[in-house]
């Protein structure tokens, strides 16, 4: 199946700085990732998804680029607030059923 | 309007018990799941329904056992609770196929003691 994992457990930022947020997945047929935002008590909430036939796609504040040659993806966040520390997760599909699976996540902390 | 709503929010409880969580979703959607997640956050799919039909069921002890009485429905229902069961149990929906999203719910901390 698949597998995906973050690069660093913590990362450490200060407001306003940018952020880089990088993630390893294992299938090459995969085709679909998502990035998770959770805050603390809170369940995953989505932040933004990319398709395998895109290299690059910016929401607000927020861009996500995807290397398929080495399976990689990085989540960038513009100028890191406050209320951007969470743990961040990478999801890809498994299998043929779409259903995400999740690496370990990434938790944002982010200093005034 | 809750989109995804779990209850309880923590349940606490003694070894050998049995549990149950609830799970409403209201955003019409045909596929529901349950995942795990540890103290590490590591965040683990368990069960998957689409329509009120099992489609994945990922090695989870069966112990677990998921309910579905609808769509907009999935519950599940836990056996002789042991300690390593303690967690957060997240549910969640998609439409079909997963392919625009998931939304989680709030989570459910149970811990076994």
């Known amino acids: 199946g698949e597998s995906v994992g973050l690069h660093l457990p913590t990362l450490s930022v200060q407001e306003g700085d940018n952020s880089i947020i990088n993630c390893a997945y294992s299938?090459?047929?995969?085709?679909?990732f998502i990035w998770y935002k959770q805050e603390s008590g809170k369940g995953p909430q989505f932040i933004i998804d990319i398709r395998s036939n895109m290299d690059k796609r910016q929401g607000q504040r927020v861009t996500v680029l995807l290397n398929k040659t080495v399976k990689h993806l990085s989540l960038q966040i513009a100028a890191t607030q406050p209320g951007d520390s969470a743990v961040y997760f990478c999801?890809?599909?498994?299998?043929?059923?779409?259903?995400?699976?999740f690496g370990r996540g990434t938790s944002l902390i982010v200093h005034p | 309007d809750t989109a995804v709503s779990q209850t309880p929010k923590y349940l606490v409880t003694q070894m050998g018990n049995d549990k149950s969580i609830k799970c409403e979703q209201n955003?019409?959607?045909?596929?529901m799941y349950w995942y795990k997640q540890d103290s590490k956050k590591f965040l683990k799919i368990m069960f998957s329904?689409?329509?009120?039909?099992?489609?994945i069921n990922e090695t989870v002890p069966n112990r677990f056992s998921p309910k579905s009485p609808d769509k907009a429905h999935l519950n599940l229902h836990i056996n002789s609770l042991e300690l390593g069961d303690s967690a957060v149990y997240f549910c969640?929906?998609?439409?079909?196929?997963?392919?625009?999203?998931?939304?989680f719910g709030s989570g459910t901390r149970l811990t076994v003691v």
């Open positions: 329904y689409n329509n009120k039909e099992l489609i």
């Open positions: 999801a890809a599909p498994s299998g043929g059923s779409y259903i995400p699976t």
């Open positions: 969640a929906s998609s439409p079909t196929g997963g392919r625009d999203g998931y939304t």
């Open positions: 955003l019409g959607h045909d596929t």
């Open positions: 299938n090459s047929a995969s085709d679909y």
